[in-house]
């Protein structure tokens, strides 16, 4: 089983070796893509500095939709695609193979990560919103069924999460212990960081109606049932129980809620 972690980055020069460490250090993890996405303060500097990661740079922002799509073209050999934010805060190698164990033993096509005793603040929003967040862990081919993810931009993990929904595709939630990250009014300032969510909800807000208004939830079972076919074709689709056995001893049990 191939796996692939992509972690797209804009301006995480401070806060991204942290997440390439655990990742680094996750046994089950085959390759790590970081995509730096027109970044200004040396994040792909940072990220060179690791061996094993694979740096991919935009010299201009193209948008977290653009650079997830990019990272999961690069990634090309890989069956399951892991995604995570550059600015995590608590993650740890266990919380990346707990984050991917439902999918990579079969269990489900899609786990989110969900934040829990980390912060407040965040572990509020994520129990409000889970399905934004911006840890998941996916089939490739389910992902790749998903039409017009480079001109989402921050719609983008409404737009993973409304199609699988739409699919019926089976999709679980692992909580993340103690993970969190800051808010974009502390990273940015309270006027410029109150200014950037509000052009992510408006990317999201604007994909919903878009998607609504399209009929694209229609055509998410047809590209679902294509996907299904793909996948069974793929003999390499799940772990052996064995493998799967290893992968379990190596985390910490997985919390999880259906």
């Known amino acids: 089983m191939n796996v692939a972690a992509i972690i797209p980055a804009h301006n995480e020069a401070e806060r991204v070796g942290r997440v390439l460490e655990a990742v680094l250090a996750t046994p089950i993890v085959s390759r790590v893509i970081l995509v730096d996405d027109g970044s200004t303060d040396g994040t792909a500097q940072i990220g060179a500095r690791y061996e094993g990661v694979r740096v991919e740079r935009f010299e201009r922002n193209r948008g977290k939709g653009g650079a997830m799509l990019w990272g999961a073209t690069v990634a090309s050999d890989a069956d399951v695609l892991l995604f995570l934010d550059a600015d995590l805060i608590g993650l740890t190698p266990e919380h990346v193979a707990q984050l991917l164990e439902p999918v990579v033993s079969g269990k489900t096509d899609m786990a989110l990560g969900q934040f829990t005793a980390g912060r407040g603040a965040t572990d509020l929003a994520q129990l409000i919103v889970p399905f934004i967040t911006g840890q998941r862990a996916i089939l490739r081919p389910l992902f790749e069924s998903i039409p017009d993810l480079d001109r989402v931009g921050f719609g983008i993990e409404m737009a993973i999460t409304l ?30 960081g109150a200014w950037a969510r509000m052009k992510m909800y408006r990317e999201m807000l604007a994909y919903v109606v878009t998607y609504k ?46």
Request: aromatic fraction near 4%.
């Open 213 to 258: 208004l399209s009929g694209r939830a229609k055509n998410a079972r047809r590209l679902s049932d294509d996907y299904a076919a793909r996948a069974e074709r793929d003999e390499n689709r799940g772990m052996d129980s064995e493998s799967a056995v290893d992968l379990m001893s190596e985390a910490a049990p997985a919390q999880q809620r259906p």
């Open 163 to 192: 199609h699988v929904k739409a699919a019926q595709r089976p999709v679980s939630t692992v909580l993340l212990r103690g993970v969190t990250h800051p808010m974009k009014e502390e990273k940015l300032g309270f006027w410029r």
